[in-house]
């Protein structure tokens, strides 16, 4: 196993390659990514941990990879829209961290 950081808060292990079958190898996950994403990437600029979350809420699943349903895998990937989340805010039951979500949205 290697230990890959961008940072020293930032740690994440990950199988030796030979575990990996090629589509599940993050040493992989942008070799076809065009080179002027992977520079705004490497800025700063585009989130991947956004898209990835949008991604997988698109697809209905939650962070472990289970289908829950679309609206279930937007409440839990918070790409709910702020209409939908004050609609949500509006029905109760948000936590703190949820509305403080909100407002920083806003």
């Known amino acids: 196993m290697e230990t890959y950081k961008s940072n020293e808060l930032d740690k994440v292990t990950i199988p030796d390659a030979e575990e990996l079958n090629d589509f599940e190898n993050p040493e992989y996950m942008f070799s076809t990514t065009h080179t002027s994403l992977l520079t705004k990437i ?3 600029q585009i989130d991947p941990i956004r898209l990835a979350k949008e991604e997988l809420a698109n697809r209905g699943l939650d962070d472990n990879g289970k ?5 279930k895998a937007r409440e839990i990937h918070s790409t709910l829209s702020v209409v939908e989340q004050i609609k949500k805010l509006s029905k109760g039951g948000w936590t703190g961290k949820e509305m403080e979500a909100l407002l920083e949205q806003l």
């Open 67 to 71: 289908w829950v349903g679309f609206q």
């Open 42 to 44: 490497a800025k700063g």
